[in-house]
């Protein structure tokens, strides 16, 4: 059974930073792309950022560009999403998802593997 889990978010003041994880377990991550992405009721779920194998190029989207940095570390078969000058619009419960390759733009139905997401809040 293959397992995605994401951790670290929490509330947070505009300006601030919150470092996400993702960790696999019953598959090795090495070998999937790995996207991020975040959903607020109601909406439709966006793409924030995307990683390969490779990892060859690296997915964010317009809005989190320059703020947002995605990272992944092999050896302990986790995904970083490292977030800084966060802003209200940036509240969203986040998830993590797995795929063959980002795509130019990562659609969610590309992606067969979901973690459960984790709540992130930015506000005064």
């Known amino acids: 059974q293959v397992q995605l889990v994401e951790s670290g978010g929490g509330s947070v003041q505009p300006g601030g930073s919150l470092k996400l994880s993702c960790t696999a377990s019953?598959?090795?991550?090495?070998?999937?792309?790995i996207g991020w992405f975040r959903q607020v009721p109601g909406k439709e779920r966006e793409a924030v950022s995307c990683?390969?194998?490779?990892?060859?190029?690296?997915y964010y989207s317009d809005s989190v560009k320059g703020r947002f940095t995605i990272s992944r570390d092999n050896a302990k078969n986790t995904i970083y999403l490292q977030m800084d000058s966060l802003k209200p619009e940036d509240t969203a419960k986040y998830y993590c998802a797995s795929a063959w390759g980002c795509d130019y733009i990562p659609q969610p139905a590309n992606f067969g593997s979901w973690g459960q997401g984790t709540q992130v809040t930015v506000s005064s």
């Open positions: 990683i390969n194998s490779n990892p060859g190029p690296l």
């Open positions: 019953g598959f090795t991550l090495d070998y999937y792309a």
